[in-house]
């Protein structure tokens, strides 16, 4: 199926942010990279908040096709515990892209933009509600995953791949029941277990 003309400028839009970071993505520059005049852009995007309130959509639907395709099930029949573990999953393969990180901190100013991020996270990644261990231990997991992906969009250097293996290894145990300190039984009833809302 070609793909429509509205996607590919959203995926130039990234591209360029990708290539010049967030101040170089303007209208020109992504009807450019697109292949487009600036009204043909114009006809699905009339200002440049408007590409970035599209862009931020056109990346969370490209993030949860990968968390539902690593899930291997629809969301909603998922625990918040394989939620979790999926995200965490994407996340230490590589998940996000430069380009999603300038979106999400573009987006931390601009409460339209944010919310789009924000509603993904609390659908793969909520906060937790309680200081139980185990609900500890996949907040834990989330934010390592996250620093993870932020060390390789910032840093430029890749971790050989035993130390990549090892430090996977050791974030996903924290998704595993029953692995806090307390010693605490998989399937106790908490938070943790319970599906997502």
Do not use: C
Not at 65 to 89: F, H, M, N, S
Not at 101 to 124: D, H
């Amino acid at each position: 199926m070609r793909p429509s003309s509205r996607n590919l400028i959203l995926d130039a839009a990234i591209r360029v942010t990708e290539r010049e970071g967030i101040t170089g993505l303007t209208l020109e520059s992504a009807a450019e990279e697109a292949g487009v005049t600036k009204g043909g852009l114009m006809y699905h995007f009339r200002t440049r908040d408007e590409l970035l309130l599209a862009i931020q959509h056109h990346l969370t639907a490209a993030w949860e096709e990968t968390l539902v395709a690593e899930l291997g099930k629809p969301r909603d029949e998922a625990t918040v515990r394989e939620t979790i573990e999926a995200y965490a999953r994407v996340g230490t393969r590589g998940g996000a892209s430069k380009a999603d990180l300038a979106f999400m901190i573009e987006s931390v100013t601009q409460p339209e933009l944010a919310a789009v991020w924000e509603e993904m996270m609390a659908r793969w990644s909520p906060m937790p509600r309680s200081t139980d261990p185990e609900e500890i231990d996949l907040f834990l997991a989330r934010l390592a995953a996250d620093g993870w992906w932020l060390f390789r969009a910032t840093s430029g250097f890749d971790l050989p791949a035993p130390i990549e293996e090892a430090l996977r290894e050791r974030l996903l145990a924290l998704t595993a029941p029953g692995t806090s300190d307390t010693g605490g039984e998989a399937g106790s009833g908490t938070d943790a277990d319970t599906a997502g809302d």
